[in-house]
């Protein structure tokens, strides 16, 4: 059972606000992750971090940017929110096993940019 | 060709059927295999791993790997309409990488 908690998870804000999305889980994964999925839509990666003061961009080209000061902590900020930043975005976490790595999700948090 | 293949679905079946999901990989190399389900509106949340070649079973779920065709597989026994969601075949690379499926749709039909 994984523990992973995001803030806020409904928020409607206006094009040009600057808005953060807060992660953080408590099983002291190194890896994490942010994930943008749009309804009945495949998941796409757009941040990832292998641990503290790492980050790395996913697949998806995204405007937004990361920060991992904290094991823990790993907040995605989106500096001019825009219509077509509209999503669902999931972060997740993992622990490196010699097996491989199971990944954990959060329970989303919706974003409408009007 | 993506990594991960899926059968977009959707796919449906009497309640108390077998469903049966697919999913094929294209790099070789993989090591391990997930199997996530996400309801509408939900995050994903994980029902299976399964490492080794053949059958893995938890309650009515069988998981069956063959890396040697590069397939992975679900099987639902006893379908229930509870059951119906989006199933996500994951895949973790040979780098420890993790690739996600676009999903099946899965509906089970009272």
């Known amino acids: 059972e994984a523990d992973i908690y995001q803030t806020p998870r409904y928020l409607v804000i206006g094009t040009g606000k600057k808005i953060t999305l807060e992660c953080s889980q408590t099983m002291g994964h190194d890896k994490m992750y942010w994930y943008q999925q749009d309804p009945g839509m495949e998941l796409h990666l757009i941040h990832y971090?292998?641990?503290?003061?790492?980050?790395e961009k996913g697949d998806l080209s995204s405007e937004s940017t990361v920060s991992r000061i904290r094991t823990e902590h790993f907040p995605l900020t989106l500096e001019s929110a825009r219509p077509s930043h509209t999503s669902q975005y999931l972060c997740a976490s993992s622990e490196f096993e010699v097996s491989g790595n199971t990944i954990y999700f959060g329970e989303g948090s919706w974003l409408t940019v009007v | 060709q993506k990594e991960v293949e899926q059968n977009s679905g959707p796919l449906s079946v009497p309640e108390g059927a077998i469903a049966s999901l697919n999913c094929t990989y294209s790099d070789r190399g993989s090591q391990s295999f997930f199997w996530y389900r996400q309801y509408s509106g939900k995050s994903p949340e994980l029902i299976m791993s399964?490492?080794?070649?053949g059958d893995k079973e938890d309650g009515r779920f069988t998981a069956q790997l063959n890396k040697a065709s590069q397939y992975v597989s679900l099987l639902i026994r006893d379908s229930q309409p509870s059951d119906s969601a989006t199933y996500l075949c994951a895949v973790n690379r040979r780098n420890n990488d993790m690739r996600f499926g676009a999903g099946t749709r899965l509906t089970v039909k009272p």
């Open positions: 399964i490492y080794s070649n």
């Open positions: 971090s292998y641990g503290v003061n790492s980050t």
